[in-house]
């Protein structure tokens, strides 16, 4: 075997190898989204050649935000595509599975985020949709320092990466959905305990009369309850 196949092979292993460790460690389900994405975003600069930085946006209710970010910069870059409703986040990701620009001075799709970017000192990109089936959970994107960072290895990796971080996602999301729902199951709990304490009622009544203080205030039930439980006395106009 020549020294070149033997390099050729080695790199491989050690990205497969690579990509099956970030595959375990995406397993953890007590992580938040913010700290899986980060996760993600440190293995992914470490394995995409050429990503200098990078950031993670989602998409909640059709609005797009930024997660999580290699450092503020890479924050700032992803924030002003939104305020300028330019780049690839808010035009393009939306629609292809990967956006990619070879080169930020000559760019013609996003000219005043193109010039910005590269007054940052940023000459290239790539940005990876997040998805599953039909739904668009948001974007991996990445920024370098060199025009032509990324190339065919580069998109590659980063598909592969993109496809185990919309599972992690989606995993995390329903994780914390889980979460907080166990939680304000739980503060309704506590608050119906305490009405039913002090005003010698049954778990029916107590329930019902949580349900009314939502209705004055005009707030959802686990709100109700919680301000309820922190205060640790009914709303006095209520009674």
């Not at 970017?117 to 599953?132: M, R, T």
């Not at 329903?174 to 166990?182: K, P, V």
């Not at 009369?209 to 005009?218: D, E, G, P, R, V």
Request: glycine share 4%.
């Amino acid at each position: 075997m020549s020294q070149s196949s033997t390099e050729v092979h080695h790199s491989s292993s050690t990205y497969a190898s690579s990509l099956a460790e970030f595959a375990r460690s995406l397993r953890d389900t007590r992580r938040s989204m913010p700290e899986t994405m980060r996760e993600i975003l440190r293995t992914a600069t470490r394995l995409i050649p050429g990503a200098t930085m990078g950031c993670v946006t989602t998409v909640s209710k059709g609005e797009r935000s930024v997660v999580a970010s290699t450092d503020p910069l890479a924050e700032k870059l992803c924030r002003l595509q939104y305020e300028l409703d330019e780049g690839p986040i808010p035009t393009e990701v939306r629609h292809f599975d990967v956006v990619v620009s070879h080169d930020l001075t000559s760019e013609p799709r996003w000219p005043e985020f193109a010039a910005l970017a590269v007054d940052e000192g940023f000459h290239s990109l790539a940005a990876f949709q997040l998805y599953s089936h039909a739904d668009d959970l948001g974007a991996l994107v990445f920024y370098s320092d060199v025009p032509g960072a990324f190339d065919a290895e580069a998109v590659e990796i980063g598909e592969a990466l993109a496809a185990h971080a919309a599972i992690a996602m989606l995993s995390a999301r329903d994780n914390e959905q889980f979460r907080t729902g166990l939680a304000s199951r739980d503060m309704i709990g506590q608050a119906k305990g305490m009405i039913m304490e002090r005003y010698d009622l049954d778990a029916v009544q107590a329930f019902e009369l949580l349900a009314k203080l939502s209705q004055q205030q005009n707030l959802p039930l686990h709100q109700v309850a919680h301000d309820l439980v922190e205060t640790d006395h009914p709303t006095n106009s209520t009674f």
